[in-house]
């Protein structure tokens, strides 16, 4: 049977580091439910988290990208006030910070869908509507994920990258999407190994700042209508 209860939870500014150890825990935990009910003739549902953070200055790199998209050296790095971490999941090199909401549904796809290209487009569309509901037109780049303005043009410009891991189905990892965030950050890199594409933010393309509390809202309402979760608190 299909457990779609999600246990919801925001973390707040908190340390790329620590919050990368608390998923992986959260991960390992779901995995190995899963493991025993193998086993077991009475299983339990595995359960499913949607976890909000910002972090403090921070660059990640996925296990396809190149070292070189960074552009900063040790001492660099320092002066921007940053970090840098190579991690496990997919795609190149992303920078997160403050006024970006990064989302890690932490989730056994077996309770929803076992298709990853149809998580990734619905991760995709949660952030579309959300961005709909502020007159901002989205869409997809047809050969990348995340969420693009004006794809189908030269001024295409990234607004919500993604990068995610999977394993016995279960996810973590996920989505930066820029609401308020320093876009000046971006220049310290090649973001996500694209080197002739903008990133932009809901900040720039409305010409103020936003709530993120309101976006925040907003966008776990459209997750939750999209995989049909049943939020825990």
């Not at 920078?95 to 991760?123: A, K, W």
């Not at 993604?162 to 989505?175: D, K």
Request: one cysteine or more; aromatic letters at 12%.
């Amino acid at each position: 049977m299909q457990n779609k209860k999600v246990i919801f939870q925001d973390w707040g500014s908190i340390d790329y580091q620590e919050a990368w150890g608390k998923q992986e825990t959260i991960f390992a935990d779901i995995v190995a439910q899963k493991v025993a009910n193998r086993t077991n003739s009475t299983a339990n549902p595995t359960d499913n988290y949607l976890v909000f953070v910002e972090h403090p200055h921070v660059y990640t790199l996925g296990k396809s990208g190149k070292p070189e998209h960074l552009l900063l050296d040790e001492a660099e790095l320092e002066k921007a006030g940053a970090s840098y971490y190579k991690i496990n999941r997919g795609g190149d090199i992303t920078y997160h910070g403050p006024g970006q909401i990064v989302g890690y549904p932490i989730l056994d796809l077996d309770n929803f869908f076992t298709d990853i290209h149809l998580y990734l487009r619905t991760l995709e569309e949660a952030v579309i509507l959300t961005l709909a509901e502020y007159g901002i037109e989205a869409g997809r780049f047809p050969g990348y994920t995340g969420v693009w303005l004006e794809p189908d043009s030269e001024r295409a410009r990234k607004i919500c990258a993604m990068g995610v891991r999977s394993s016995r189905w279960v996810t973590m990892h996920g989505f930066a999407f820029n609401v308020n965030p320093d876009l000046g950050y971006f220049n310290h890199i090649v973001p996500c190994g694209i080197d002739d594409k903008q990133v932009t933010s809901m900040e720039i393309e409305l010409g103020a700042k936003q709530d993120i509390s309101e976006v925040k809202a907003r966008l776990k309402h459209h997750l939750a209508e999209l995989f049909q979760m049943d939020f825990q608190i």
